[in-house]
């Protein structure tokens, strides 16, 4: 059985809806639709990101045979609004806190992403986040570093 990492990512991307009542429905992209950038009007967006320093994979072998434990940390970014466009923090800080609030929630509803893994920590992290990296492009958002423990055996 080999790494169904590209299943996990699935799951992220179809089965994780956090929500934010009265905003509009919040869309996704997986790490294959991924633009070079973000327009306004792409606005609520979660972003299944590979090339961050915090998207990983680290494996280890468990006893003398096969069996392998892959323990996966993803970032799963979310633009809420571009600062320049905005209100500001403090009109966008309950937005951000009631998302988080909600994916939250759904990771605690969702644990298992596969047959072979489970979800083991999620934190959450309200930020001005540059989007793409160098541009100074801001926006309000929020990352979550998502901790994976993905169980393969070798057959």
Known sequence: MS???QE???FFSS?????VAGTSSIGVRNYDQLRENVQS?????????????????QAAFLTLGKLQTIQWTLEDLLLWRPAGES???????????????SYLEEIRDNRAPTAQSHIQTVRA???MVEWPAATGELYFGVRCIVEIQEVVSGA
């Not at 089965?15 to 929500?19: A, E, L």
């Not at 209100?87 to 800080?93: I, K, P, V």
């Open 3 to 5: 790494s169904a990492i």
């Open 8 to 10: 996990i990512f699935e």
């Open 125 to 127: 992290i309200p930020a």
């Open 41 to 57: 009007a792409d606005c609520p967006v979660r972003l299944l990101l590979t090339t961050t320093g915090e998207t990983q994979g």
């Open 15 to 19: 089965d994780i809806t956090p929500s």
């Open 87 to 101: 209100e500001g923090l403090r009109r966008n800080s309950d937005k951000l806190i009631l998302y988080i609030k």
